[in-house]
């Protein structure tokens, strides 16, 4: 939490903001590690659980709110403020990578 | 040891070209190699390499728009979901071919351009192409697809960098690489009138710098250095056939763009054998993979780990030794050939060589004698 312009993004992604996957990022099934990665040009992010969860969601008709309560529905194990910060740290992070819209 | 992931699979669909580009990193005999492989022999090279965990797949040239079969091989590489770019020039394309592009669905366009400046861009690529250009950069744009901008940089276009930067913001790309020229096949043979002066070199790295922060999280600017300016070598290609494949228009199975041009190192076909046992088995693949081929003063060297001695193409063009410390190493042994280079450069003399049918005949007769000065 060094960089200012991240803690900025973060305060951001805490409203009501709809993010949207940029079109150059595409969610995909990995099926030689079994899991969901991220691809976009060059790179490719492999994801934890609760990721793609969060990306589905990200279509620019869910608020960042909406999206944890989605996410706290569907993980019932999980404290909220944990989701919590789980998504506002993942959107600020591939948003500062330029794929989120919206 | 079994054989790494390959994550990238470039494509090399074709090695004609309507430009010819001063910088092209094709080899110098490509004219020799015009036996390109069929629609069937790509698709069934995607499906095997999608097999092997490829993710990402780089349809370039040459320009791969002269394949009239583009639209079919996107279409099937998407249909085993590997993530499609094409690297263009643009020239071939028009509104129309871009559509029908997204329809069969392709991910994503690179676009190459040479200067803000019409008289050095087409200086450059030695054809008129600069209007042309800027009209598919917006078309990409309006056809509904995210656009990187390609820029290689080198003393004749270095200092517009903050006017490229700009003219890309303008034009709405996602994605700037600024790409310093790396001296392999055409570039090497033009190094003393494309190689940037220490000073110029210097000015790149703030502007691009302040340029990131004003643009992060709208337009992604991607730069490379020139590795004569680092004290250590770039580690080249994350590894000799580690996570990358380059596969040429006759079929061949390379580490990377330049790889060919090693003697004594056996690339296979896909003609021949399937990829997967390629990737596993080929001679040339097998030849600089782990440390084992390393001498001194990699073999003893902590940073062997981090940059795999450098570059083994570049070793072998500027030492005529493939084993040997890429020369850009401040610990080289042969440094002086890169010291010598850059002078080279401070005088900024050197004449300018096409990449064309002629030239390329030309330059095919004396290959045998390896390019090394």
């Keep these: 939490m060094s960089e200012p312009r991240l803690k900025e993004s973060v305060a951001d992604t805490s409203g009501v903001w709809r993010p949207r996957l940029s079109p150059k990022a595409r969610l995909r099934w990995d099926e030689v590690e079994k899991r969901y990665m991220l691809v976009f040009p060059e790179a490719a992010l492999m994801l934890n659980e609760t990721a793609p969860e969060i990306l589905k969601l990200c279509n620019g008709e869910h608020t960042v709110n909406g999206i944890i309560d989605a996410l706290v529905q569907r993980f019932t194990g999980i404290e909220r403020k944990i989701i919590e910060e789980d998504v506002t740290s993942f959107l600020a992070r591939i948003r500062a990578r330029g794929l989120l819209e919206g | ?373």
């Design chain 2, 1 to 373: 040891m079994g054989a790494p992931r390959p994550y990238t699979l470039v494509a090399e669909l074709t090695y004609k070209c309507p430009l010819k580009c001063l910088y092209c990193s094709n080899p110098v005999n490509f004219h020799e190699m015009r036996d390109e492989l069929s629609t069937e022999q790509w698709i069934r090279t995607f499906s095997e390499a999608a097999d092997l965990g490829v993710v990402q797949l780089h349809f370039t040239g040459g320009e791969p728009v002269v394949r009239k079969d583009l639209p079919e091989l996107i279409r099937h590489a998407r249909s085993r979901d590997l993530y499609t770019n094409l690297i263009t020039g643009g020239t071939l394309l028009d509104e129309g071919k871009l559509r029908q592009l997204r329809d069969c669905g392709l991910d994503h366009i690179q676009l190459s351009v040479q200067d803000t400046d019409r008289r050095t861009a087409e200086l450059i690529a030695g054809i008129r192409s600069y209007d042309k250009k800027l009209d598919i950069a917006r078309l990409v744009k309006k056809v509904g697809f995210p656009l990187t901008l390609n820029v290689c940089l080198h003393r004749l276009n270095i200092d517009h960098v903050p006017a490229l930067i700009a003219q890309a913001a303008e034009l709405g790309a996602q994605r700037l690489e600024l790409a310093n020229t790396a001296y392999y096949g055409w570039a090497l043979e033009n190094r003393s009138a494309l190689m940037p002066t220490r000073a110029q070199f210097d000015a790149l790295e703030p502007l691009v710098r302040e340029a990131r922060a004003r643009y992060q999280g709208t337009m992604e600017i991607i730069s490379t250095k020139v590795d004569y300016y680092s004290e250590y070598p770039k580690p080249c290609m994350g590894g000799w056939a580690n996570t990358y494949m380059v596969i040429i228009p006759t079929g061949e199975v390379l580490p990377c763009h330049a790889a060919h041009r090693i003697p004594g190192l056996h690339f296979d076909s896909v003609r021949e054998r399937p990829l997967a046992t390629i990737w596993e088995e080929s001679q040339g693949l097998n030849a600089f993979r782990g440390d084992d081929w390393m001498q001194e003063p990699c073999r003893s060297c902590p940073m062997k780990a981090i940059d795999f001695g450098g570059c083994r193409c570049q070793a072998y063009l500027l030492t005529k030794d493939a084993a040997a410390t890429d020369p850009v190493c401040s610990l080289s042994p042969r440094h002086d050939i890169i010291r010598e280079a850059i002078a080279q450069a401070e005088r900024g003399d050197g004449s300018l060589i096409y990449r064309d049918v002629k030239n390329s005949e030309r330059l095919s007769l004396d290959l045998r004698e390896p390019v090394a000065r």
